[in-house]
């Protein structure tokens, strides 16, 4: 755990890096909100997964909306 602190005081976090960048995630809103072509289309186009757009699409939503995750109520 010591070691994890340390990297975040560094400014480094864990995990892959993401397959979209912020262009590609706004062409796959964009696409998506048109509703021209198919989420399989949508990932053909850039090169990843539906999952990899569903996903993208999932973070977008939740970044405009302000929500980092579920929330717990706590009754302390």
Known sequence: MAGLAAARARGRSGGRRSKLGVDQRRTARTLYDERALTVAQIGQVLGVSRTSIY???????????G????????TA
């Open 67 to 74: 929500a980092a995750g579920p929330r717990t109520e706590s």
């Open 55 to 65: 996903r993208a699409l999932g973070q977008d939503t939740a970044a405009a909306s």
